[in-house]
């Protein structure tokens, strides 16, 4: 069956950096569009960062941009997410998915298939 199993996540002061990792296995990793989603306490589900299938798009929320990265390595069935510059609003249970129908950017919880089990962010002022 499809896995997506997230790492990275910890605590961090507020301007440092934390590099998340989603690795996948189950499914033809190449042909899904992957993104990263966020959800803080007493919040809804929020889109973080879209990479299309082979890399060549990229996608991110305005809270994010120039401040996160996300980057895939087909080889070996993995996504990131550099996140840098570190704010205490970004604390939240992070998220990856895999969309196989996507039209690009898909930026909705409904557009994605698979999900993760989440890796918690914790930003300190």
């Known amino acids: 069956q499809v896995q997506l199993v997230e790492s990275g996540g910890g605590l961090v002061q507020a301007g440092g950096s934390l590099r998340l990792s989603c690795a996948a296995s189950?499914?033809?990793?190449?042909?899904?569009?992957m993104g990263w989603f966020r959800q803080a306490v007493g919040k809804e589900r929020e889109f973080v960062a879209a990479i299309s299938w082979y890399a060549a798009s990229t996608h991110y929320a305005d809270s994010v941009k120039g401040r996160f990265t996300i980057s895939r390595d087909n080889a070996k069935n993995t996504v990131y997410l550099q996140m840098n510059s570190l704010k205490p609003e970004d604390t939240a249970v992070y998220y990856c998915?895999?969309?196989?129908?996507?039209?690009?950017?898909?930026?909705?919880?409904?557009?994605?298939?698979?999900w993760g089990q989440g890796t918690q962010v914790t930003v300190s002022s």
């Open positions: 998915a895999a969309d196989r129908h996507s039209v690009w950017a898909p930026v909705g919880v409904a557009d994605y298939d698979y």
């Open positions: 189950g499914l033809t990793f190449s042909s899904y569009v």
